[in-house]
């Protein structure tokens, strides 16, 4: 046996020459899969190599990641390490802010549960900025996708709000304060808008509406809060 049977570690062979070579990339592979924190799962090219930092390799990895689609990497002397996970596997997804569990072939992010046979549930936060125009309301992009089951909404003025608004609502069309009216101006005002879980069954945005005049300028940082359910595996 040339590495371990869970993590893949790199064992010394007897009477072996150069053995801090060996220890040294199990420690690597230990440092960087231990308390697992992937920067993203679908950059399919090789960032810069910052030290320790590791990756999820997609399907379709170029350059220095060609052919290690499924794999972990991990950045180490200013090129990569690469590791096998197993399914089940846990990881924090960083430019996802969501944890994601290995399926054997892929990151599901958000997935708390997953079948033997590959059906899971979802839970996400999609968060975005959305710069307010002048006029009487907004339409953000879409924030719920096809069947999500919505939570809510939470999210914060980044930007002061200006215009001769007085407040404002957030809503989706059909239902414009489903997720807050009265809503504050100023830089950190808040909104927090859990609701009774509701279906989208198609993608859906959000309206900002102005109460008391029309918007002129501001920005909201806004965080959709949902659901999805997956199939189970393709026989």
């Not at 810069?48 to 972990?72: C, F, H, R, S």
């Not at 239902?175 to 879980?197: E, H, I, K, M, T």
């Not at 945005?205 to 595996?233: C, K, M, S, W």
Request: no cysteine; charged share 15%.
């Amino acid at each position: 046996m040339t590495e371990t049977a869970n993590l893949a570690l790199p064992l010394l062979a007897p009477a072996q020459a150069q053995k801090h070579v060996t220890v040294n990339e199990a420690l690597v592979r230990l440092d960087g899969i231990t308390q697992l924190r992937l920067a993203s799962v679908t950059e399919t090219t090789p960032p810069a190599a910052i030290e320790g930092l590791a990756y999820g390799v997609p399907t379709g990895g170029v350059n220095d990641w060609a052919g290690q689609d499924g794999t972990v990497a991990i950045a180490s002397g200013g090129g990569w390490v690469f590791v096998s996970p197993s399914r089940g596997w846990r990881a924090l997804v960083l430019d996802a802010g969501a944890l994601a569990i290995f399926d054997g072939a892929e990151w599901r992010v958000g997935a708390q549960t997953m079948t033997p046979n590959g059906a899971s549930v979802a839970i996400k936060s999609l968060e975005v900025d959305v710069p307010l125009t002048a006029g009487a309301s907004v339409t953000t992009p879409v924030l719920f996708p096809a069947r999500a089951i919505a939570y809510g909404v939470t999210g914060r003025v980044t930007s002061a709000i200006t215009g001769a608004v007085s407040t404002w609502d957030l809503g989706i069309t059909g239902d414009l304060q489903r997720y807050g009216s009265g809503l504050g101006l100023p830089a950190n005002s808040w909104v927090n808008g859990p609701g009774a879980p509701q279906v989208y069954w198609s993608p859906t945005a959000l309206e900002i509406t102005a109460q008391g005049g029309d918007f002129a300028d501001g920005t909201i940082r806004l965080v959709a809060h949902y659901a999805e359910l997956a199939l189970p595996d393709v026989v």
